[in-house]
């Protein structure tokens, strides 16, 4: 496989050459890239913005590995998924949008891997990549174009871990106070925990099958020994954090019906009192009006202590009803 020696192609956003040791060294934009076919025993690596880049020359001309696999890999199609064909790996993996980016969702990552190079892009901003040519350019040694692939995946499985880590913070502080009787806006906090964890769940469900397949995959065995090792270290710590997003998700579900029961038990608390309140003064209420009609007949109206009779009246209906009330049995929602 080679790269032309003229101009970069349009949209390459960065081309990093690796040594024997696996130093990295960034090509600037007028330099010729390497001979890929004859580089040693070092490795390039190719990254693409690829809503600009024009990789159609190079797919058709074999720069970018087997045509048919590129041209699957590269499409805008975002569905996760991995192939081995040629002696080269092609897949689609998850990675996360830069901090500040929009949508603030999960990016893809497309990927061709042969022998001697890694051809990556992306449609929209990503985070791995360029932690991974930062870590390069400190002089972190990166020996193969696999090693590289797991360093980008690492990064993506590492800040899905601190996500989660800040989401299993945010629970436990909503836990302690709804322990402690403390229920105040949890219940909207806790829906924006739910759906972060439901779709975190998702990236790591597909992801982790990604590598899984890879792992499984016959013609991978047989032809990158190194890459399945790489997909099962990978797979393995996919499935662990998957297994504590889950159950953290389900934390959440929990909590939230339990918030829930509290803010309807303190809600049934509040509707005792107002209706018992409502019930003392309905007899009162009723005596007033019956007294207040501009009739004539009504009892106590000549007498000069008619207000005081009328007033023990309401008194006395009120405390009469509270005793049907509590001959009753009805009593306030218990804790």
């Not at 990789?55 to 590129?70: N, T």
């Not at 890879?214 to 393995?236: K, N, S, T």
Request: proline share 7%; charged share 25%; hydrophobic share 45%.
């Amino acid at each position: 496989m080679t790269v032309s020696q003229g101009a970069s192609p349009p949209g390459l956003l960065w081309a990093m050459s690796f040594n024997e040791r696996g130093c990295g060294h960034r090509l600037q934009p007028d330099e010729a890239l390497p001979d890929l076919g004859a580089f040693g025993a070092g490795f390039l690596w190719l990254h693409f913005d690829l809503k600009v880049a024009e990789l159609k020359p190079l797919i058709d001309a074999g720069h970018v590995g087997p045509q048919r696999l590129a041209e699957a890999v590269f499409r805008p199609d975002e569905h996760q998924r991995v192939t081995v064909a040629d002696g080269h790996v092609g897949g689609v993996v998850a990675d996360l949008a830069r901090p500040g980016a929009k949508p603030d969702a999960s990016g893809r990552l497309h990927f061709v891997m042969g022998p001697r190079s890694l051809v990556s892009g992306r449609w929209g901003p990503a985070e791995s990549p360029d932690a991974t040519r930062a870590t390069a350019e400190e002089g972190h040694p990166i020996p193969s174009p696999v090693l590289l692939l797991e360093t980008m995946v690492s990064y993506v499985v590492a800040s899905m871990a601190a996500t989660g880590q800040r989401l299993s913070d945010e629970v436990d502080g909503i836990e302690d106070r709804v322990l402690d009787g403390r229920v105040r806006d949890d219940r909207r906090r806790l829906g924006p925990i739910r759906r972060s964890t439901v779709r975190l769940h998702r990236q790591l469900l597909g992801l982790a099958a990604v590598f899984h397949r890879l792992e499984e995959d016959d013609a991978a065995r047989d032809l990158h020994g190194p890459a399945v090792a790489v997909a099962a270290r990978l797979a393995q710590r996919l499935d662990a954090l998957d297994r504590d997003v889950t159950a953290l998700a389900e934390r959440a579900r929990l909590l939230q019906e339990e918030v829930a029961a509290r803010v309807a038990e303190e809600s049934n608390r509040q509707l005792y009192v107002l209706s018992v309140l409502s019930a003392l003064f309905l007899p009162p209420t009723f005596l007033t009006g019956l007294f207040g009609m501009n009739v004539k007949g009504l009892p106590f109206a000549e007498d000069p202590h008619g207000f005081l009779s009328v007033g023990g009246l309401s008194l006395a209906s009120a405390v009469a009803t509270y005793g049907i009330i509590r001959a009753l049995g009805i009593r306030p929602p218990r804790s």
